[in-house]
């Protein structure tokens, strides 16, 4: 098997369980017998009730390990995108601060999900969001074209981060800037959790070390690269496969680096 039909196969895995959630299905990330939880969730996850309250009806899954808006101090104006938008929950907040001179493009692969998104754009009148069908190894976005990328919980899904970072690297403007939030893995899984179906789609197997991270924006070109360790993501990585200690070996971080100014 080659890597790239390997690589299509867990995208295809991703797509499928992302695409129940986005239907409805009482199912979680990590499948059958756990549950996302839900729009209040993402309070857990960093966002104020005022954010909670202001997204649009369906957007807010709570889905996510963090809150990459206030890692990004979004301005007025910016051009945002948001690898792995889903619903389209952070899509929104950052139109909200860009206000009508920005922009802000969400890539998702999962065509329910962007329906999910586009829907709820239309319900609001949204007139400077845009949802784009596309993988993110693989953006459907310009050069040099964006202010600001974002990422809730998304690239450790990918089964080609190098091939992510270097697309971000190109569809970032000069001087432009990473703000995501996602998982790192502090320790090797343990056999069982790796065996678990659910533990790719539920955000775990995929993991990768703080140092890979770090090398992996260095080597697209980043600068200024930072990962900072959220140690209270514990409390809720050990509801994604309860009883499994699965906190004790990966959590959230705050990921950020810089496009170098030409």
């Known amino acids: 098997m080659t890597e790239n039909v390997k690589n299509d196969g867990v995208r295809q895995t991703v797509r499928d369980q992302y695409a129940?959630?986005?239907?409805?299905?009482?199912?979680?990330?990590?499948?059958?017998?756990?549950?996302?939880?839900?729009?209040?969730?993402?309070l857990a996850l960093g966002y104020s009730d005022e954010e909670v309250a202001s997204a649009p009806e369906g957007s807010n899954m709570?889905?996510?390990?963090?809150?990459?808006?206030?890692?990004?101090?979004?301005q007025a104006g910016e051009t945002v995108l948001d690898l792995g938008s889903g619903g389209g929950f952070d899509c929104f907040l950052a139109a909200r601060q860009v206000g009508e001179t920005g922009q802000v493009?969400?890539?998702?692969?999962?065509?329910?999900?962007?329906?999910?998104?586009?829907?709820?754009?239309?319900?609001?009148?949204a007139k400077n969001v845009d949802f784009r069908l596309g993988e993110i190894e693989h953006l459907p976005v310009a050069n040099d074209s964006v202010d600001v990328v974002l990422s809730?919980?998304?690239?450790?899904?990918?089964?080609?981060?190098?091939?992510?970072?270097r697309?971000?690297?190109?569809?970032?403007?000069?001087?432009?800037?990473?703000?995501?939030?996602?998982?790192?893995?502090?320790?090797?899984?343990?056999?069982?959790?790796?065996?678990?179906?659910?533990?790719?789609?539920?955000?775990?197997?995929g993991?990768?070390?703080?140092?890979?991270?770090?090398?992996?924006?260095?080597?697209?070109?980043?600068?200024?690269?930072?990962?900072e360790i959220e140690e209270n993501?514990?409390?809720?990585?050990?509801?994604?496969?309860?009883?499994?200690?699965?906190?004790?070996?990966?959590v959230?971080?705050?990921i950020e680096a810089i496009k170098p100014a030409r």
């Open 167 to 205: 697309d971000t690297f190109r569809v970032l403007a000069p001087g432009g800037r990473l703000a995501i939030s996602d998982i790192v893995r502090l320790s090797e899984l343990p056999e069982a959790i790796q065996e678990n179906a659910g533990a790719l789609t539920g955000c775990i197997s």
């Open 233 to 250: 993501s514990r409390d809720f990585i050990k509801d994604w496969l309860p009883g499994s200690g699965v906190e004790a070996h990966v």
């Open 20 to 42: 129940e959630i986005a239907k409805g299905a009482d199912v979680g990330c990590c499948g059958k017998g756990t549950v996302s939880p839900g729009a209040l969730g993402s």
């Open 62 to 74: 709570g889905l996510g390990c963090g809150n990459p808006q206030a890692i990004a101090k979004l």
């Open 105 to 125: 493009i969400g890539v998702d692969m999962t065509p329910d999900m962007l329906s999910k998104a586009r829907a709820a754009a239309e319900s609001i009148g």
């Open 152 to 165: 809730n919980c998304v690239i450790n899904l990918s089964p080609d981060k190098a091939a992510v970072f």
């Open 252 to 254: 959230s971080a705050k």
């Open 207 to 227: 993991a990768v070390p703080v140092t890979e991270i770090e090398s992996l924006l260095k080597d697209a070109g980043f600068e200024q690269v930072s990962v």
